[in-house]
């Protein structure tokens, strides 16, 4: 590997000689076992990695050079022997793109049993108050995987277009068909699954017919649109694959024409219906909670009514196109989850009231979530467009937790890893625990005292990568880097904890070799939190790259782990080789 030599004291030199890095004793032992026995790395494969037995021959072949040159070919290396030499056994366990860390899932149940990567106004460049608004942070969360776009559309100065900004702030617009355009070119650049577009509607119904249009000519036959009919269950993610989906409140004419009937009727329920001049910006940051069982009247989807005689008789094309019903009624909580048996929709509730929610309707939350969609947004006080912890919408089910795709925080870092399950396509198969219900409609209660039901060991054996992706004094201009990794749990309060190696001094090539134990109550909901910092005795220690991972999906076995930087992005070279096994 080398040495590395560092100015010390202005005038003199320090020299570093970088051993080569040695295969940790765990792969020396499998390695050596293939001399003795032509079965062995097969059964290593198969034993060890947990691999199915189409991957089995798959590998084999890959190592075996039965399939361009195998392993040595494709990481780079000179042309390997028909049994893989030690070498190439670690150069392939170390590399990310040959022996992945996690696996994927079912996607033909219904929408509402996915978790879904989801955005939160997600044209804003910055902070909630003056930032400028744009395609870019659209097309940016659209290749890093995420599902849900939300757009809040309203009237342009001359009122004659559609602007997409954040009302009643110094955001300055974008206008709208540059958002659809650059939608249509990037939509499934990651992922083939679904799209959705949730749009808070601050229209006109001039406008909205305008928006419909330029809805069905952007996109095309991507669009998706529903049946007329009310939709009694979602579609799956794999039958809407490669479409767009649209995700809102019923028109503003709707609640018009539903006020009308109600004059007529004399039913004296008028006032849950804002009438047009109230609708001035809905803020949809809003904390609407007020700490009581009811539901605010301003929220930014307020109607959720239906209506077969208005259905029939003066429908618009706007209309037609909204396959995801949102909104909520006023009143009590527990009116506003209780499930329709003939009608599925989308209810919206700030983090806070999502929180007191599951307070004191923890069990009417998860048996919404069954069936229909719930979307958490964050509350208002987050101007500078930080995010909230995630896992208690996830315990009760929350399909789209929206989140701040530009505020790089702890909290996005868990979001993007959560999402790197099944192939990082951007649905989660929701646990089985939260789509069951008892005979006497018992529901799964996150609350609850559970037992350990699986013991996750972790082995970190070692890391390379930063002196390709890092300049020689990064980390310290006067030696190499003084590695050590933190381990931990992101999931309910009784799985969550973080442990740590040693540290490993004047390295670039750090092997640990040190192995950690997890007890797990909900394993199908916990994270792995793997973040490697370079220890600074005077200072704050360096960020060396991190990772989220899903436990749920971690293939079990000695696997390569890629590490991003504090946004997510993946580094090129730096990875950790580790170790999963459950017990």
Not at 13 to 42: E, G, I, M, N
Request: hydrophobic content about 35%; some cysteine; overall charge neutral.
């Amino acid at each position: 590997m080398g040495s590395y030599a560092y100015k010390y004291c202005m005038c003199f030199t320090r020299k570093f000689r970088s051993p080569d890095a040695q295969p940790p004793p765990d792969v020396r032992a499998a390695h050596l076992s293939f001399a003795s026995d032509a079965h062995a790395l097969r059964r290593f494969v198969a034993g060890v990695q947990g691999e199915s037995p189409a991957d089995v021959d798959r590998i084999l072949a890959m190592l075996s050079g039965g399939h361009s040159h195998g392993i040595a070919r494709l990481v780079t290396r000179s042309p390997a022997a028909s049994t893989p030499t030690l070498e190439d056994f670690l150069a392939f366990l170390f590399s990310p793109d040959l022996n992945p860390p996690i696996a994927h899932q079912d996607m033909s149940a219904p929408f509402s049993h996915y978790f879904v990567f989801t955005g939160h106004n997600s044209y804003l460049t910055g902070n909630q108050l003056n930032s400028d608004s744009s395609d870019v942070p659209i097309v940016k969360a659209l290749q890093g995987g995420v599902r849900v776009i939300e757009l809040d559309m309203w009237p342009n100065p001359s009122k004659d277009n559609v602007d997409i900004l954040h009302g009643g702030t110094l955001t300055a617009p974008v206008e709208m068909i540059k958002c659809l355009k650059s939608i249509k070119e990037y939509a499934f650049c990651a992922s083939n699954y679904p799209l959705v577009i949730t749009l808070e509607d601050h229209l006109t119904p001039d406008l909205q017919a305008k928006v419909a249009t330029m809805l069905t000519e952007t996109f095309g036959d991507l669009l998706f649109v529903p049946n007329p009919d009310p939709m009694k269950e979602f579609p799956s993610p794999a039958s809407l694959m490669k479409r767009i989906i649209i995700s809102t409140k019923p028109p503003q004419e709707y609640k018009e024409f539903l006020k009308a009937e109600n004059n007529r009727s004399g039913s004296g329920n008028i006032a849950e219906l804002p009438d047009q001049g109230s609708l001035r910006r809905i803020d949809s940051n809003a904390d609407e909670s007020d700490g009581k069982d009811e539901l605010d009247e301003q929220d930014e989807e307020d109607s959720d009514s239906d209506d077969p005689k208005f259905q029939q008789d003066t429908a618009c094309e706007y209309r037609k196109l909204i396959t995801i019903q949102a909104g909520k009624p006023k009143g009590h909580l527990r009116d506003a989850l209780k499930v329709d048996p003939d009608k599925v929709r989308r209810l919206s509730l700030s983090e806070t009231q999502l929180a007191k929610a599951t307070i004191s309707h923890g069990a009417e939350v998860i048996r919404f979530t069954q069936k229909n969609i719930l979307r958490v947004y964050p509350k208002g006080t987050r101007v500078n467009s930080s995010n909230y912890d995630p896992m208690n919408a996830w315990t009760h089910g929350a399909q789209m937790v929206a989140f701040n795709m530009q505020g790089h925080d702890k909290a996005l870092r868990l979001m993007q890893g959560f999402f790197r399950a099944n192939g990082g396509c951007g649905y989660v198969k929701k646990p089985d625990f939260l789509l069951r219900t008892g005979p006497n409609g018992e529901v799964f209660d996150p609350k609850a005292s559970l037992p350990v039901k699986k013991t996750l060991k972790v082995k970190v054996y070692m890391g390379d990568g930063w002196r390709m992706d890092f300049s020689k004094t990064h980390f310290d201009a006067f030696s190499p880097p003084d590695f050590y990794t933190r381990v931990g749990i992101a999931g309910v309060k009784a799985d969550s904890v973080m442990k740590k190696t040693r540290v490993i001094e004047d390295q670039w090539v750090p092997m640990w070799d040190e192995e950690f134990t997890f007890l797990l109550t909900v394993p199908e909901l916990a994270l792995l939190r793997v973040e490697v910092q370079e220890y600074d005795m005077s200072e704050k220690h360096d960020f060396g790259g991190q990772t989220v991972l899903p436990v749920w999906e971690l293939k079990q076995g000695i696997r390569a782990v890629p590490l991003h930087d504090r946004k997510g992005v993946r580094y090129k070279s730096v990875r950790l080789l580790m170790r999963f096994d459950f017990v």
